[in-house]
């Protein structure tokens, strides 16, 4: 027994624990504590059993690096909550001067651990390949056609006979693919059709309030159009896809059930694409059923669709699908309702197709015309502005944006921050840093923030406008001043900033000056700003001090634990289970800081008190004695 090794053991404090395997499974663990049996030193560690639902075998040791380690019988298999049972029942042993017996050399408990966290445990395949012989995968058409023809009819009959009686369902899909003549194919497929139709249905709701929903059975959907297939009606299922991948889509959306509906449909997706390869239909008409499917498709669960609109082809060929997609879209129409109705999306995400095959085919001029086209009927700016700026016409580009912008500023500001980006993004490829400057200024007046802020640096520094406007930036945030009013200012006067800007908003912009100081890397100035926060009482998230904490706690360690400290306390006062974890995991931060600063007492001092402070909070007391550097076994 090697004692130094099992000393190690008792020297560990919670924190350990914690950093091996982490808060949920020491606290799982500690309710495990009297579950374990049999512990025993074994091999510079410990070995034992540990019952629960089912019973474990556990083996905890420290490493070479001197980490704590274990492995298990369970799912879980390594660092689980039995070793930190194990762990924990050790010390109370010790504690209550309990004598540790030694295990045998050859623990049968071992092999169970290590059958259960080998990488070559033999699995069925290899069992019967042992007993059978070795058979790859390659290999099994060529024997199972061996096998059959080397048969008489009625061995062949004998043999089917047999397998019915392993597999009874073999027996109801023989009846079946036997009766689908032509006129039960054709019904089949009339019922699939109004089968489908069910999906959209309105949900029921039983006495007790729960949904009685209409979901399809997809595995019964699934097992017809296999059966469909095989009986030679692969263009009849192709039919069909578009309208399956639609109800199935519509009844993720709008059921509650949806898990249960995926597990079932995304099985679909190889059968519809089988009946897509198998299809008589000309490579043009399988394009355009693969599209329906892919339009309908809103998940992605059918993407071998996506993968066969896009394989390289002639540019013969994308021409005839393009121009079959160009006599569809004078049929969808144009809709006069909100970006967002799913008229309006169907009909985008089917011009960006037409799109994609008209560039395909070489026909560019024809892209032009029909984004020109939609860009006013339809509202699609953006996709006209990019292809212009992809064939360089950035003049012509800017026309549209100008356009796109006025139409849209009262309605839809999306569109309008797509069209802004854009007109940069073309400032930037003409070498117009100027005019891009004073709209990344723009973006930061109107929403003033570290990454605008980033913005216009870069933007500035490329102008060489930096240390002036960067000056102003940060005196706008202070006192409310718009920069350019000030005569220092080096770009031109923004169009887009009215005087009602600053109307309602409060200066000085404290969390604005306190994110853009840790993003210059002046954690002081960020400390500055923070507290001048709680001299006017301006209430800010936890999160805000906490990265106020995380970015002092080099330059300003005491500063850094004051914050994480008053987060932990304000948390504990909250009197929720919840409330006490959060605590713990700032007084972590507090603790490491003043580890690492040599003051250990004063931690210890400190979370004495405040356990004192919160002694009749009993799950809180459990939670916070966890923080304690000393040893478990001191407690």
């Not at 059709?193 to 929903?213: I, N």
Request: glycine share 4%.
């Amino acid at each position: 027994m090697d004692d130094k090794k099992l000393n190690r053991f008792l020297e560990l404090t919670w924190n350990d624990l914690i950093a091996w395997a982490g808060t949920k499974i020491v606290s799982r663990g500690e309710g495990y504590k009297s579950k374990v049996s049999e512990l025993a030193a074994f091999q510079s560690g410990l070995i034992a059993t540990v019952s629960g639902t089912f019973v474990y075998s556990v083996h905890v040791k420290i490493d070479k690096d001197g980490d704590l380690e274990s492995e298990c019988s369970c799912p879980y298999a390594v660092n689980c909550k039995h070793g930190v049972a194990a762990l924990l029942k050790y010390i109370e042993m010790h504690e209550e001067g309990i004598e540790v017996p030694e295990a045998k050399e050859y623990d049968p408990r071992l092999l169970l651990i290590k059958q259960q966290n080998s990488e070559h445990t033999l699995s069925i395949a290899q069992i019967n390949s042992s007993i059978y012989g070795h058979t790859e995968k390659e290999n099994e058409a060529e024997q199972l056609s061996e096998l059959l023809e080397g048969k008489s009819k009625g061995e062949l009959k004998e043999l089917i006979y047999e397998l019915i009686d392993v597999f009874p369902g073999i027996t109801k899909e023989l009846i079946k693919r036997n009766k689908l003549t032509k006129e039960k194919a054709e019904k089949l497929i009339y019922w699939l059709k109004e089968y489908l139709e069910t999906a959209y249905d309105e949900v029921q709701f039983d006495y007790y309030g729960e949904p009685d929903e209409n979901i399809l059975d997809y595995q019964e959907i699934n097992s017809n159009l296999k059966r469909l297939i095989r009986a030679g009606y692969a263009d009849e299922v192709l039919e069909l896809a578009a309208q399956i991948v639609s109800a199935g889509i519509y009844q993720i959306d709008n059921l509650y059930s949806e898990e249960f509906i995926e597990l079932d449909f995304e099985k679909i997706s190889p059968v519809l694409f089988c009946a897509l390869q198998k299809s008589s239909a000309t490579e043009e008409e399988k394009m355009e059923h693969a599209l329906n499917v892919v339009l309908e498709d809103s998940y992605k669960f059918f993407d071998d669709f996506r993968i066969f609109l896009i394989k390289n082809r002639p540019e013969s060929q994308w021409s005839r699908f393009a121009d079959r997609l160009l006599v569809r879209l004078k049929d969808i129409g144009f809709s006069k309702v909100s970006p967002n109705h799913g008229k309006d999306h169907f009909r985008d995400t089917f011009v960006d197709w037409l799109v994609y095959s008209l560039e395909k085919a070489g026909r560019n001029n024809e892209i032009l015309y029909i984004c020109r086209a939609e860009a006013r009927t339809n509202n699609k700016y953006p996709r006209l502005v990019e292809v212009l700026r992809e064939q360089k016409k950035y003049d012509e580009a800017k026309k549209w944006i100008s356009e796109g912008i006025k139409q849209n500023q009262e309605i839809y500001s999306g569109i309008v921050s797509r069209l802004r980006e854009q007109l940069k993004e073309i400032y930037k490829l003409e070498k117009d840093w100027a005019s891009a400057a004073i709209m990344d200024v723009e973006d930061f007046i109107i929403s003033p923030g570290k990454d605008n802020y980033a913005a216009c640096e870069k933007i500035n520094k490329k102008n060489k406008t930096w240390t002036e406007v960067r000056q102003l930036l940060l005196e706008y945030l202070e006192k409310g001043n718009l920069p350019w009013e000030n005569l220092s200012w080096p770009l031109a006067k923004p169009e887009n900033i009215d005087a009602e800007t600053n109307t309602y908003r409060f200066f000085p912009n404290i969390r604005s000056l306190v994110y853009i100081a840790i993003y210059e890397k002046d954690p002081e100035r960020a400390l500055y700003w923070f507290d001048k926060q709680n001299e006017l009482s301006f209430r800010e998230p936890v999160h805000f001090a906490d990265d106020v904490a995380e970015a002092a706690k080099d330059c300003a360690p005491q500063r850094a634990v004051e914050i994480w400290q008053k987060i932990a306390e304000d948390y504990i006062n909250q009197t929720k289970v919840k409330s006490y974890y959060e605590a713990a995991e700032y007084l972590r931060k507090a603790r490491k800081i003043m580890k690492q600063n040599g003051r250990e007492n004063e931690w210890e001092k400190y979370l004495k008190e405040l356990q004192q402070e919160h002694h009749r909070k009993r799950r809180c007391i459990q939670i916070l004695s966890k923080l304690s550097l000393k040893p478990i076994i001191s407690d």
